[in-house]
């Protein structure tokens, strides 16, 4: 009844469905795995982790640019990817793209299409051999301009250890429920030694109907999304590596930390943020000890 | 804040004239003093109640409270406030409120093993509005400046009232 009120002056914000469980990558449409990886020295323990959402990159060789202009970036090892796009007429995808010209593996998901033909996906880039690569469609949340959101996980193999890594995408415009809601699947039904990293869109406020963000709310009480989700994701046994007062989103003015990355089960041993420019979002990563466990 | 600081100061040393207090001219029934409303985006919550009195023609105190609850994530608030009329034409009045705002946030757990968070917070507000009086009905709108442990942040205001 109360959507129903509501329904003229927005679209009530409501998780529709489970999504589906994590299904081989092999199996379905829409994923494309990249070719073995180009092993520059033998691996050692500390594996770096990046995540960055590409978003208004929307050059190829912008893509490659500015990750050549980073360092911390450019150096990583893993790199897990949202908004990693195709355009209509294009060959191939951005992550082939800095796959192909870091000599890195990839495993990247199609997730949605927009009105343009331009078809975004998540993906995971890798200069280590990935196996067990499994796409998972999230709980959808419907609401005002709705899409499906996806998570992709792979394992990492580093010599004679693995990591089980996964890039997830959330909604943008929900409430911090909703967004547990529609994470919390893909967290749990991981293996115990899991990096989790992506855009989780954790705006700081309450959303009124996916539409008005309930700003004054939040500077009274100070309890941000992306505190909220540190909080359930240490429920999880997920250490966070970027902190929730930490910005990540570009625009000034408006300081949230949008994205972040977490260990379970690894040491983390140093994290940051690197101001590359190009898209909304700053690139984040963090370096983990792939030998130790804890 | 400073200017809004000096409005308010400037309304309230105004009123303290004899001819400009709350009072009846001869014959004509006293003027209401009290203000009953509801109100959607204001004073830090989504939608509240608030009661006002007016202590002279221009100044008046007030408190405003609000419950919430969207998606499980539930905010109480109670805000103390001055009200003081800037500039009045008609019907018409430019108002400036500042005051506290005391809230409560909890959001429950929407999944198993976590258990959910809740804390509370507290802050100001100063806001400038737009009144306009219709007999016993009062309708205001006002926009300003949130600031508390979250930082500061933009507010708006809509308010429907009567003074019985």
Request: charged fraction near 20%; aromatic fraction near 8%.
């Amino acid at each position: 009844m109360k959507c129903a009120l509501l329904l003229a002056l927005a679209a009530c914000s409501q998780i529709t469905d489970d999504g589906t469980p994590w299904e081989d990558a092999s199996m379905g449409a829409g994923t494309e795995l990249g070719p073995p990886p180009t092993l520059r020295a033998a691996p050692g323990c500390t594996l770096r982790v990046a995540s960055w959402n590409l978003h208004l990159l929307d050059n190829p060789a912008n893509v490659l640019e500015h990750f050549r202009a980073s360092t911390m970036i450019a150096n990583a090892d893993i790199i897990l990817l949202q908004e990693t796009a195709q355009y209509p007429g294009e060959a191939q995808t951005r992550t082939a793209t800095l796959g192909t010209d870091l000599a890195m593996t990839w495993a990247h998901t199609a997730s949605h299409e927009l009105r343009s033909g331009v078809i975004q996906g998540n993906a995971i880039l890798s200069r280590y051999p990935l196996e067990n690569i499994a796409v998972k469609r999230l709980p959808h949340v419907d609401q005002l301009l709705s899409q499906d959101r996806f998570a992709i996980a792979a394992d990492v193999v580093v010599g004679d250890h693995r990591v089980r890594v996964a890039s997830i995408h959330l909604d943008v415009r929900i409430q911090i429920t909703d967004r547990i809601r529609q994470l919390d699947p893909a967290v749990t039904q991981l293996d115990e030694r899991a990096i989790v990293g992506g855009d989780f869109n954790t705006a700081p406020w309450q959303w009124l109907e996916s539409l008005v963000p309930l700003t004054s709310t939040e500077a009274i009480v100070g309890m941000e999304q992306a505190a909220v989700l540190d909080d359930y994701m240490a429920s999880r046994r997920y250490v966070g590596s970027i902190p929730a007062d930490t910005n990540t989103f570009t625009l000034p003015g408006f300081g949230m930390r949008l994205d972040n990355l977490y260990a379970r089960a690894v040491p983390i041993l140093a994290a940051d943020i690197e101001y590359v420019e190009g898209s909304d979002h700053w690139p984040i990563w963090f370096d983990i000890d792939v030998c130790e466990e804890l | 804040m400073r200017w809004l600081a000096i409005a308010l100061l400037s309304a309230a040393t105004t009123t303290a004239r004899a001819d400009d207090a709350i009072v009846a001219s001869a014959g004509e029934p006293p003027p209401p003093r009290h203000l009953v409303y509801v109100e959607a985006l204001g004073k830090g919550g989504l939608y509240g109640i608030g009661y006002e009195y007016a202590m002279t023609e221009r100044l008046g105190v007030g408190a405003a409270t609000s419950y919430s609850n969207l998606s499980e994530h539930q905010v109480f608030t109670m805000s103390p406030y001055l009200h003081a009329q800037i500039f009045n034409r008609g019907r018409h009045s430019l108002f400036a409120e500042v005051g506290g705002i005391l809230a409560y946030s909890r959001i429950a757990s929407p999944v198993e093993n976590w258990d959910g968070m809740s804390e509370w917070g507290g802050g100001g507000f100063a806001t400038l509005g737009w009144q306009y009086v219709r007999g016993p009905i009062v309708l205001r709108t006002s926009v300003g400046v949130a600031v508390g442990e979250g930082g500061g942040a933009p507010m708006t205001g809509i308010a429907f009232g009567v003074r019985p």
